[in-house]
């Protein structure tokens, strides 16, 4: 957890503002995240459609599209500042100090490479190993997750595995040059519920072995509340609520979790005759409304909500919302 | 569930027996001969009136494909659909006007069903003029009536399918099948795609629509968790097959094949977990 003690965070983001442009307007799709990861850590980032979560990894990665920049705020990593950094600072970054898992493992395979060729190469130029290592660590890589026929992997291309195998590539590479953070945006979406359940199982072995902190990023709560130990609730380009898994989830502090929470279908309880949804949907980032941009959803809100939007506040366990005591009292925001 | 007066047999609204469904791609590439591929390997199951049935499965399962046969979008290869008394093909849904308006059919992208380039209530004026519904002096205020009861506004005709958000374009999509009076509706990840938040919305307004018309639901779905909350019956596939079929209550308390079981525990369960509720 974030105690204020001499050891720096593994990654510090603060007041991260993202701006796209889009037919002529801008507007901005981050607009102040703040937290940190500690070294070893596990953090879920949960969010709707349009909420920022992904652009968040991005941001940090600096992997934005062409049509979104950072316009303020800081990223620190590991003591280097990420924002200032170069590409060729950030081409070091990226995949040896921290590893990447997209939705589609296409994103991060070459069609044309051989698997055993990619995974090498990675070694090769991030770690200075030789072929000879290389090799053979890209061959434990794939066994220790579970890679059956590992040889014949590494001479196949990614067209020849299924949609499973190559995400298990894929987070195989991610941790190659076992990176300090990796960072892994709806890695299981796209896969069958059985593989899911196994890549997940598989991301824990090896992260909880090499000490590798962990953002995971899921539209869904129950995914990154099982695995996690600290999520971070996003909604309309920020953060609205923080804090330990289980007191989240037990306590939530904002309504828009609280409400996510009871929405959830729940497998393990009986058939529930109506769903508690939500109103409404999501506000797109261009139309955000006054305020706090929860408030046309919340059954909760009054009048200082439909005026002045709420700041995160501070503490191990925050929330974005007015009726929060702490904010509550304070006359102003901050 | 409830209407429980003890026992009755009721008779099926939909009878598949023995179904099996191929394609053969006829030749493949460089003219080589491919081998056919079997989607579905001899299902059998019955659907209840009123009810919520379920076939769940991973991809590749043939569930899909299952509930393109009963909607008439495949010829069958082998086995046979019953509805009501009559046998369903391809073949009779292109004879049958009333089969095609009793069947109706929503899917996990609903801008599938809607034309980009009309407006909405040219969209649900269409099956109503066609099929001589009402007359066209009251189509009208039947579309309003249509919108209402998706939870739509009247003045929702007037616009196009870009306005709308994902859920609100599934609302559509609903109103557009409900337009035609139908008995049966094959919803096939009708859900799936949506945000938690709206996935919820839909998910009561498909059970309010039941409840109000006594519609028969196939809800085809890959997600346990939103099966459990919507299903009165499970067919579980896996290859092509019914691996298991049950009430719901019964086949999440108490699944009988490793398969079902392997594919309960595999849903996240982490909410329940950090409440202390699960494990």
Sequence with gaps: ?334 | MSADTPMRKIDPIIEVSKLVKTFSPSRGLLGRLVAPITAVAGVSLSVAPGRTTAIVGESGSGKTTLGRCIAGIYDLTSGSIRYRDEPLSRKAFRRSVRLRRSIQMIFQDPAASLNPRQRIGTTLAEPLVVHRLVPREDVSARIEALLKSVGLQASAAERWPHEFSGGQKQRIAIARALALEPDVLICDEAVSALDVSVQAQIINLLKEIQEARRLTYIFISHDMAVVRHIADDVVVMKDGEAVETGPTERIFGAPRTAYTRSLLDAVPRGIAMRRGRAH
């Design chain 1, 1 to 334: 957890m974030t105690e204020a003690g001499p050891v720096a965070p593994l990654l510090s983001v603060r007041e991260l503002c993202t701006t796209v442009s889009s037919a002529g307007s801008e507007f901005d799709v981050l607009r102040g995240v703040t937290f940190a990861v500690d070294a070893g850590e596990k953090i879920g980032i949960v969010g709707e459609s349009g909420s920022g979560k992904s652009m968040t990894a991005l941001s940090i990665m600096r992997l934005l599209p062409r049509s979104a920049w950072i316009r303020g705020g800081r990223i620190v990593f590991d003591d280097a500042d990420l924002i200032s950094a170069g590409s060729e600072t950030m081409r070091r970054v990226r995949g040896r100090k921290i590893g990447m898992v997209f939705q589609d493992p296409m994103t991060s395979l070459n069609p044309l490479l051989s698997i055993g060729r990619q995974l090498t190469e990675v070694m090769e130029e991030h770690v200075g190993l030789g072929r000879r290592e290389s090799t053979a660590r890209a061959l434990e890589l794939l066994e220790r997750i579970r890679v059956p026929r590992a040889r014949q992997i590494l001479d196949s291309h990614p067209h020849q595995l299924s949609g499973g195998m190559r995400q298990r590539v894929a987070i195989a590479m991610a941790l190659s040059c076992r990176p300090q953070l990796v960072i892994a945006d709806e890695p299981t979406t796209a896969l069958d519920v059985t593989i899911q359940a196994e890549v997940i199982r598989l991301f824990e072995d090896l992260t909880s072995e090499y000490g590798t902190a962990i953002i995971l990023i899921s539209h869904s709560l129950d995914l990154v509340a099982q695995y996690c130990d600290r999520l971070l609730v996003m909604y309309a380009g920020r953060i609205v609520e923080s804090g330990p898994a289980t007191d989240v989830i037990r306590n939530p502090r904002h309504p828009y979790t609280a409400d996510l929470i009871s929405s959830a279908p729940d497998i393990t309880a009986p058939r529930m005759q109506r769903f508690k949804a939500i109103a409404g949907q999501p506000p797109a980032p261009a139309t955000l409304p006054r305020g706090c941009p929860y408030h046309p959803r919340c059954g909760s809100a009054f009048d200082r909500c439909t005026q002045t939007e709420p700041v995160l506040g501070e503490g191990s366990h925050a929330a974005a919302c007015w009726l929060v005591p702490e904010l509550a009292a304070a006359r102003e925001p901050r």
